[in-house]
């Protein structure tokens, strides 16, 4: 089974504080991508990555960083934390099988972060 | 610019009936991919069934199936015998089968499912 795993379930954190949400996958997967949710609004794209130090603005890279040293690890940070940042954090990945549309994007678990 | 549109909040079951959940799209791009994810309360995004625009016929998964009407640019997910265990918030999604949008997953603000017995 695919595994993609996030460090860190929950996490409380202050304004102003520097943040990071690890995500590391276990299926050798090209492209990794990290998406907040919140109620009402579905899931938007921060960045996705595409290989090794490799990377991509999504819908609202504002007040976020990304980065990818490894194949299997996609990082992204919070350089400062504001409260508008509180949020659900999915990250996904996906193995680039061209001219299939249908290959699937797989999702970890989630991280809550709270900023106060 | 590519959105998906679910319009149904929440909607509930009686177990063992079937439900369909909306989900509308609008899109420019002639080649795209239709997606429906689940999310029980834990958290994980579980994939459940892919249509892709050029598909002859209306995808099915086990108990999953899709309505694809593309004149109408709809793909409704039917779930046909509901299980107490099919609640959970589930999302529509599309991709565009370009190479300019072909990592980019759009989702629509899902809808909220519970099933009573």
């Known amino acids: 089974d695919v595994k993609v795993t996030q460090s860190s379930r929950y996490l409380v954190k202050r304004t102003g504080e520097k943040v990071f949400l690890e995500c590391v996958q276990d299926m050798d997967h090209e492209n990794m991508f990290w998406y907040r949710q919140d109620p009402g609004l579905g899931l938007r794209l921060i960045y996705f990555s595409y290989d090794v130090k490799m990377k991509e603005k999504g819908d609202i890279p504002e007040g976020y960083s990304v980065s990818r040293e490894k194949k299997e690890r996609f990082s992204l940070i919070l350089e400062s934390a504001s409260t508008n940042q509180t949020s659900m954090y999915l990250c996904a990945s996906r193995a680039r099988i061209a001219g299939q549309g249908r290959d699937t994007i797989y999702f970890g678990e989630g991280s809550w972060l709270t900023v106060v | 610019a590519q959105k998906i549109t679910q319009t149904q909040p929440g909607m509930f079951v009686q177990e063992k009936e079937a439900v369909t959940l909306d989900c509308t799209y609008d899109t420019s791009d002639p080649s795209y991919g239709l997606f429906w994810y689940k999310q029980p309360s834990s958290g994980e995004m579980i994939f459940l069934i892919y249509?892709?625009?050029?598909?002859?016929q209306n995808a099915t998964e086990g108990r999953y199936s899709l309505n694809f009407q593309k004149a109408r640019k709809s793909a409704n997910l039917v779930i046909s015998a509901s299980q107490l265990g099919d609640s959970a918030m589930y999302f529509c999604a599309m991709r565009s089968l370009f190479s300019g949008g072909y990592n980019k997953l759009i989702f629509g603000a899902g809808t909220r499912l519970a099933v009573h017995p």
């Open positions: 249509q892709g625009s050029y598909d002859q």
